[in-house]
């Protein structure tokens, strides 16, 4: 089921051959490139950016699990999120690049930074909508933890913070909520309070911080 409809959207007439590249912020830019062939089917991440010093290396899974969650947007009916999906795209992801980095490689922020990317270059390629942030925009804090002689009793944080979605052809984007890897609900003002020693002065939407766009929902 889920590959029949993935296939219906593959083979549309309005599909050609779509080469695409993003940007990730890090010590040295990062590119995807992704190309979308509605005769091959396939997914090409050549060019992509070899593995970086930094931790917004990704595991393959991440980028897989990205291509399923777009493609899945792209049908109107609900399918099974699973491999299924994947089975008529061919998916090339070079070793070693930040997509698929080799041993040793650090990962913690891709599964919140790279694969928001990703996903961005993929709607773009369908040319479903406009990028969103980006990002998971993260905030975390925190206090204790081990040492080499002792573990301190503390706490931590760890929150992901709504950037907005991107328009499309016949609707506006839309500012403070969660799009794509974060799609959640904030914390509530109150659980913060309550659960750790912090005061919330102000909680509330940052208006005009990403700039107004070609449209706004505002």
Not at 12 to 24: D, G
Not at 64 to 85: K, Q
Not at 136 to 146: I, P, S, V
Not at 162 to 181: L, T
Request: with cysteine; proline share 4%.
């Amino acid at each position: 089921m889920s590959a029949i409809a993935i296939r219906r959207i593959i083979y549309s007439e309005s599909l050609v051959v779509l080469i695409l590249s993003a940007s990730i912020a890090s010590e040295s830019p990062t590119n995807l490139r992704v190309c979308v062939s509605s005769l091959r089917a396939q997914s090409l991440f050549t060019g992509t950016s070899p593995q970086s010093y930094s931790n917004l290396n990704v595991l393959t899974a991440i980028g897989y699990s990205a291509i399923i969650y777009v493609l899945c947007s792209l049908i109107p009916t609900a399918i099974p999120l699973n491999h299924g999906c994947l089975a008529p795209i061919k998916v090339i992801i070079p070793p070693c690049t930040i997509l698929s980095p080799g041993l040793g490689a650090t990962t913690v922020a891709g599964n919140v930074e790279t694969s928001q990317q990703i996903t961005d270059v993929m709607l773009k390629a369908f040319e479903a909508c406009r990028a969103s942030q980006g990002t998971c925009n993260n905030l975390t804090f925190g206090y204790g933890g081990n040492s080499d002689s002792s573990v301190t009793k503390g706490f931590s944080y760890y929150e992901t913070i709504a950037g907005g979605s991107g328009g499309g052809s016949n609707w506006d984007g839309q500012s403070g909520i969660h799009v794509h890897m974060t799609n959640t609900c904030i914390g509530d003002a109150e659980q913060i309070e309550r659960k750790y020693p912090v005061i919330v002065c102000e909680f509330s939407i940052r208006t005009g911080s990403g700039g107004a766009g070609s449209t706004s929902w505002w």
